[in-house]
């Protein structure tokens, strides 16, 4: 591996797959104690519908994602916010227009055919260095975000009833967080593609969540084992030439059910 590093490609996945951990450490972690996984998947797939704008007018692909997923999320917010016993039909929904749109804007797209692959599964050996200064960006965002609201964020993930009671603005910090999601999976789909991405905004909180005492250490812990599994993926990826994105989900879906056996062994004894 270390030999791989005298190429540029290789030290700038390395970078991107640090980077994208701290996403995925912090947010992945507010996705799993509020519960919303399933929105995440929404927000994932339907961006899919902005990289099929962005080759139909010739403009940033990780751009136009991410003001369609901005969107996409504040849509979603609105729904869950008025219509919760309804609102996983409307995001199932949302998720499937998503991809219809960008597949649909794609084979419109005259002259140029996408490598679909690449935005399913990550390329996080294509990843440019300007994505990265723009990773940098964005993580700097989510870590200033969450700190100045962490109170709010505590109340809202543990007990959104009391929350409010206290005064908490818990619609717009709800409205933050779907937006600071849509951000995140912008950028993780650079390194794992949007089918995966939600194993790895899930995959390390959850098992975060067994060794921590806090909100704040769970977000730490996750955003340690997110750079375990993406520096480990990426090492076999080039050991044995496979897929980077599948595998670093292999390797954090393996950690998931070893600490799945661990947990229950615990429980036996």
């Not at 970078?15 to 929404?42: D, H, P, Q, Y």
Request: proline share 2%; glycine share 8%; aromatic share 12%.
């Amino acid at each position: 591996m270390l030999e791989a590093l005298q190429f540029e490609f290789m030290r700038n996945a390395l970078w991107a797959g640090l980077l994208a951990s701290v996403a995925c450490g912090i947010i992945g972690t507010l996705v799993v104690v509020n519960r919303i996984v399933f929105i995440s998947g929404g927000i994932a797939h339907a961006a899919y519908g902005g990289v099929g704008i962005a080759f139909f007018l010739g403009i940033s692909p990780t751009f136009s994602a991410a003001v369609f997923s901005l969107v996409m999320a504040a849509v979603m917010a609105t729904v869950t916010l008025r219509n919760k016993q309804r609102a996983d039909t409307i995001i199932g929904v949302l998720w499937a227009l998503g991809m219809a749109v960008g597949i649909i804007l794609i084979d419109l797209t005259s002259g140029y055919r996408v490598d679909v692959m690449s935005y399913l599964f990550g390329s996080i050996l294509a990843v440019p260095s300007d994505d990265l200064i723009m990773m940098v960006v964005l993580d700097v965002v989510i870590v200033a975000v969450v700190a100045f609201f962490y109170n709010g964020f505590l109340a809202l993930s543990f007990d959104e009833e009391f929350a409010q009671t206290m005064g908490v603005p818990v619609k717009t910090l709800y409205f933050i967080l779907l937006g600071l999601m849509a951000l995140s999976v912008v950028m993780v789909i650079r390194v794992v593609g949007l089918i995966l991405v939600i194993a790895l905004l899930t995959i390390p909180p959850y098992i975060a969540e067994k060794f921590s005492v806090s909100l704040a250490w769970m977000m730490v812990f996750s955003t340690i084992l997110s750079c375990i599994f993406s520096f480990t993926g990426l090492w076999l990826s080039y050991a044995f030439n496979l897929t980077s994105g599948a595998t670093v989900i292999l390797v954090a879906s393996l950690f998931f059910f070893v600490s799945l056996l661990w947990g229950r062994a615990r429980v036996s004894t």
